[in-house]
């Protein structure tokens, strides 16, 4: 079953705003992950956040994970029209195998 | 370069064919992952082989079929392709162990299955 919620599902803002995306999971995890695809591209890894942590920064990003409420969320700041593209969170559960589960991805369009 | 390398990137044929996709990692890693992306963009995990053995299989249909010759390649073929297979196909590679790195998707394969 699919693990990850993406919340909003698309998301249209002014180059240089921030944007903020969301993602619920459902199970108990080992570490949560946001990827970038760019359109008719693969899939590029940005960050990664361990459940024993609550924020962590790379860049423009900034990425808060909530182990309680099994939330994170992605801020892009100062955002630029290179950063159109979907945004997935993945998360890797603490049990069974590991894999990598996607949520529904966010689709964010930067206007110039 | 190409860390993860996929080939074909398009593929078209008709229903009832057979058809590979193969997928190379140059990075060393040990575990290798097939995901299919419908076209809603949902991503869900096919397949994962750790040093060639089969790790992972979702309940994906029989008529597909992975192969891992070596720990580099990973390549899925699908027999009497049926119309609803068609979708984006991603091939990934990651360092063992809990998924605590990330992982390295290749550039895709989009099937159309008329």
């Known amino acids: 079953s699919q693990q990850g919620e993406e919340d909003p599902q698309a998301l249209s803002i002014q180059e240089g705003e921030n944007a903020t995306m969301n993602c619920s999971y459902k199970?108990?995890?080992?570490?949560l992950q946001w990827y970038r695809q760019n359109s008719g591209r693969g899939l590029v890894h940005l960050i990664l956040?361990?459940?024993?942590?609550r924020e962590k920064h790379s860049g423009r990003l900034r990425v808060t994970l909530d182990t309680s409420k099994k939330s994170s969320s992605l801020l892009i700041t100062a955002s630029r029209a290179a950063d159109t593209a979907s945004y997935f969170c993945?998360?890797?559960?603490?049990?069974?195998?590991?894999?990598?589960?996607f949520g529904t991805g966010t689709r964010l369009t930067i206007i110039p | 370069d190409t860390a993860v390398s996929q080939t074909p990137k398009y593929l078209v044929t008709q229903m009832g064919n057979d058809k590979s996709i193969k997928c190379e990692q140059n990075?060393?890693?040990?575990?290798m992952y097939w995901y299919k992306q419908d076209s809603k963009k949902f991503l869900k995990i096919m397949f994962s082989?750790?040093?060639?053995?089969?790790?992972i299989n979702e309940t994906v249909p029989n008529r597909f079929s992975p192969k891992s010759p070596d720990k580099a390649h990973l390549n899925l073929h699908i027999n009497s392709l049926e119309l609803g297979d068609s979708a984006v196909y991603f091939c990934?590679?990651?360092?063992?162990?809990?998924?605590?790195?990330?992982?390295?998707f290749g550039q895709g394969t989009r099937l159309t299955v008329v």
């Open positions: 990934a590679s990651s360092p063992s162990g809990r998924m605590n790195t990330e992982a390295f």
């Open positions: 199970t108990s995890i080992n570490n």
């Open positions: 956040i361990r459940s024993n942590e």
């Open positions: 993945a998360t890797d559960p603490n049990f069974g195998n590991e894999k990598l589960t």
């Open positions: 990075l060393g890693h040990d575990t």
């Open positions: 082989y750790n040093n060639k053995e089969l790790i």
